[in-house]
């Protein structure tokens, strides 16, 4: 390999590893979902309690512990998620892979390579003041060729889901990756002075 295409390698797995652990705990664990309904009101107009069940049912669909239930999601909505689960699913393998390609680099380049990552999620923020034209005319028409991803106030995601939902969870991604990326290159530079 290249000395070039190990750098590069290592760069393209951190980011993938430190995006994907803070996606994952908002996904995966119910915390920051459940805290997203005092955030938004679009829960309150739902009913809490009935929000709450709804993000349950969500949290065990992406979990593949239960179905997405009929009777309160849209077929629409079950095929998206479903798609979602899927990109999920390949953006964790991807992380995984990306977190032993950077941890298989040496000290001095996890740390050059932490650098530029740590700045590169960093700079992402820009996309927060503009979220609403970033969300819809790049993230969903890259990731997906359909427009299953639109909400309608008869979707449960309308509720419990709103853009702002999305926006507050991409600026909590955004901070949470640099500051992997920042604590990762300050073991880097640690590890490679006892080295020497």
């Known amino acids: 390999m290249s000395s070039i295409t190990r750098p590069a390698l290592a760069f393209l797995g951190l980011l993938a590893f430190t995006l994907w652990l803070p996606i994952a ?3 995966y664990l119910p915390g920051w979902h459940a805290a997203s309904c005092d955030w938004h009101k679009r829960c309150t107009g739902y009913g809490e309690e009935r929000a709450r069940q709804r993000i349950d049912e969500l949290r065990g669909f992406m979990q593949h512990r239960a179905e997405l239930p009929a009777q309160a999601w849209t077929a629409k909505e079950r ?3 479903a798609e979602v689960r899927t990109l999920l699913e390949r953006a964790t393998l991807l992380a995984l892979l990306g977190a032993l390609i950077f941890f298989h680099a040496q000290a001095r ?3 050059a390579v932490a650098r530029a ?3 590169a999620v960093a ?3 820009i996309v927060l003041p ?6 819809r005319e790049i993230f969903h028409p890259l ?3 359909n427009l299953m991803w639109k909400n309608y106030p008869a979707d449960t995601s309308w509720w419990v889901m709103p853009r702002l939902y999305f926006q507050y969870t991409t600026g909590m991604v955004i901070g949470v990756a640099t500051l992997l990326c920042a604590l ?3 073991q880097a530079l640690r590890e490679a002075r006892r080295a020497g």
């Open 117 to 119: 990552a740590m700045l």
């Open 123 to 125: 700079a992402c923020v």
């Open 79 to 81: 095929a998206h998620l």
């Open 109 to 111: 380049q996890r740390a």
């Open 25 to 27: 705990a908002a996904v």
């Open 143 to 145: 990731l997906f060729d």
């Open 184 to 186: 990762l290159r300050y």
């Open 130 to 135: 503009f979220f609403g034209t970033f969300w």
